[in-house]
């Protein structure tokens, strides 16, 4: 471990091997965490059910969610199953309300699971409480206590374990050069910026070494820089660290450049899980490539057509041949000719002489590149053009005409929603 550190970094600081030689001489700590069909369901509030059945015979109301209502209550999350190898790095993302956090929370021991099993280390963990699994949790809200220190915060926990006074002061001294905050450490933290406390959060929570670092939204109340510098910060910290992470966010940015792998949700529902490249490149339903992406993906309605063993997309008046390793997909699962919605990146689509007519609605400058916001038969479409390949402005009321590769063409079904390739 000391070899990997110090070639990564030959420059380490004292703290990072100090670190690495009290991980060392622990014990190894395993932390594989398994959720097999876990599910929660939140029971109905006394009178709450008749109150509801009532208020739809007499008057109907709008669906304000896409959660199953069953009669035991609302179910948060469903059919969850996922293995997480020791020591990765997995990001649970979504929108709000999709049953990211609450799942994080099950695996704390926050909420009670409702069915399924949750192992960590190979020891099932649905009744063992919070504080002996092992874990450590940071929370959106930094929840410091304000009328302690920096070092008094990041102390507290081993101090209710009984660690010995110079254990305690040398890991949290550790914890605090790591995280550059030593400067801080006999401060309260009213003293601090809001990105410092999030440093005293996560390093309260390193202090303990647990088996399973779980972070809840740690950057969501920072602004735009700081949420950069913190995401730097931990992707730093994963790296002197050896423990495994479960990372909740709904920001799509943070879960491509954190996760090792993502699990994207959506009403209780896993949707996909793959590497930050795999959801990328291949979506496997129109809610994922929606979401995955910034700017999001363009969507058309489109006709596949199969002749042979080729497939081609016709829109717009153009036809565009689909790559072999997109053919070879389709074949495999015997799709026939069926209209389509087309699916095409932003960055992939191209201002072209000949192609899908459109008219220039907006047209902003992000410095290396320009978003224009075209009307392409009554639909909005984004492309990116990189300011090195402009031969000239675009303005407003332009007529342009754009195209787009058959490799970087995604196809889904009408019916379902879901990537005919896969």
Known sequence: METCCKAADPNADAASVHLAEAVRAEPEKM????L????????FISGEQKKSKKKKADEPEKKKTNLQITDEGVVAVQEFNLDIKDKEFIVLVG?????KSTTLRMVAGLEEISGGELYIDGKLMNDVAPKDRDIAMVFQNYALYPHMTVYDNMAFSLKLRHTPKDEIDKKVREAAEILDITQYLERKPKALSGGQRQRVAIGRAIVRAPKVMLMDE???NLDAKLRNEMRAEIIKLRQRIDTTFMYVTHDQTEAMTLGDRIVIMKDGYIQQIGTPQDVFNHPANLFVAGFIGMPVMNF??????????????EIGGIRVELSPDKEERLLNNDVQSQPVTLG????????????????????EMMGSSVHLHVNADGRDVIIIVPTIDMKGNYNIGDAVHFTFDGKVAHVFSKETDKNLEF
């Open 31 to 34: 932390a594989e965490v398994i």
């Open 36 to 43: 097999k069909n876990i599910k929660k369901v939140y029971p």
């Open 95 to 99: 929108p709000s309300g999709c049953g």
């Open 218 to 220: 740690p950057l969501s």
């Open 344 to 363: 095409v990146r932003p960055e992939h689509t191209d201002v072209a002489d000949k192609g899908i007519s459109a008219r220039v609605d907006v047209s």
């Open 300 to 313: 058309f309605d489109a006709e596949l057509k199969r002749e042979g063993r080729q497939y081609f997309v």
